[in-house]
Nanobody, 123 residues
Framework: QVQLVESGGGLVQPGGSLRLSCAAS????????IGWFRRAPGKEREGVSC????????YYVDSVKGRFTISRDNAKNTVYLQMNSLKPEDTAVYYC????????????????WGQGTQVTVSS
């Protein structure tokens, strides 16, 4: 049974940091690109970041560039999203998904999805 499990969300003040994890079981992440997506209240899910299977290339939506860093540890079958300088507009449920590539990474597509983790940025 394939499972992706996100963790690391929570409540943080503006300017704070969180590190999200996406841990896989029943699936070898080495062969997949991994995307991070988010759905803010009242908005549709959007692609935020993506890392290629080899970790050679990463992509970021403009709103998070310079603040978020995606990385992967294939030995641990886990992908991370380091989020710094968080803003209230980053408040959302964050999801990871395993996908074939990062082509068109902002499209909400993926072969396998996690259940999401809530990130709330508020003072």
């Amino acid at each position: 049974q394939v499972q992706l499990v996100e963790s690391g969300g929570g409540l943080v003040q503006p300017g704070g940091s969180l590190r999200l994890s996406c841990a896989a079981s029943g699936l070898t992440l080495d062969y997949y690109a991994i995307g991070w997506f988010r759905r803010a209240p009242g908005k549709e899910r959007e692609g935020v970041s993506c890392v290629s299977s080899s970790a050679g290339t990463s992509y970021y939506v403009d709103s998070v560039k310079g603040r978020f860093t995606i990385s992967r540890d294939n030995a641990k079958n886990t992908v991370y999203l380091q989020m710094n300088s968080l803003k209230p507009e980053d408040t959302a449920v964050y999801y990871c998904a395993a996908r074939r590539s990062c082509v068109s990474y902002r499209l909400v597509t993926g072969d396998y999805w996690g259940q999401g983790t809530q990130v709330t940025v508020s003072s």
